[in-house]
């Protein structure tokens, strides 16, 4: 982890830096604020980003009173011009852990290999399958019995980076995508905030194309006990 310099000088220097980037309603960072600001977590969030002025999670960012930016992807001519702005404004935060929460853009190989093992994402679905959009919808479509979420280090294959932990759910006769959309996000407001301090422990590491635990690859896709969701 970086000893980070921060301007204020009132911080403690070692804490990793946190950025979380988002798209949308934040409740993904809502848990991660409030998990970062219990005593004992090692981490702290500097900067909340996203690529729409208009993402509600801005607005959970500012009451809590963290620095926001907004990069909007519109006024960019293309993919590599709105990462090379994005990639400059993170290289300013000099961050340890750049937190994707709901961020609904592609980043560019380049962009990926410039922050290998920082970038870590939650994707609704229990990956490989249903890469991509509508994940709950194409889980109800094919009939599954159960879906989940993924957290995994981010690289050059969209939605294809080592897997670090997953948390499964019941699909329900009667579910809907919103239903169902609504039982992953609980499992990822518990799942991801512990995923991050095992990440800003050191505990946690991308390595050559694996994911570390302690020090070891991982034998299997790490998951909590049923009542650690309770
Ligand atoms: C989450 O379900 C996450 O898996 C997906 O986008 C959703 C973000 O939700 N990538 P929120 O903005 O955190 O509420």
Redesign the pocket.
Known sequence: MNAAMDPSGNENPLEPRIVVL?S??????KALIESTRAPGHPGRIVAVGANRPEAG?LGVAEQAGIETFVIDHTTYKDRASFDAELLRKLEALNPDAIVL??FMRILTPDFVRHFRGKLI????SLLPKYQGLKTHQRALDAGDAVHG?SIHFVTEELDGGPIIAQAEVPVLDNDTPETL?AR??AR?HVLYPIILRWFCEGRIALGNDEVLFDGAPIPQVLSLPADAYQ
């Open positions: 988002i949308g309603t934040g409740s993904n960072l999670g929460a709901g994402n939650v994707h609704p979420t959309a992953v996000k990822e």
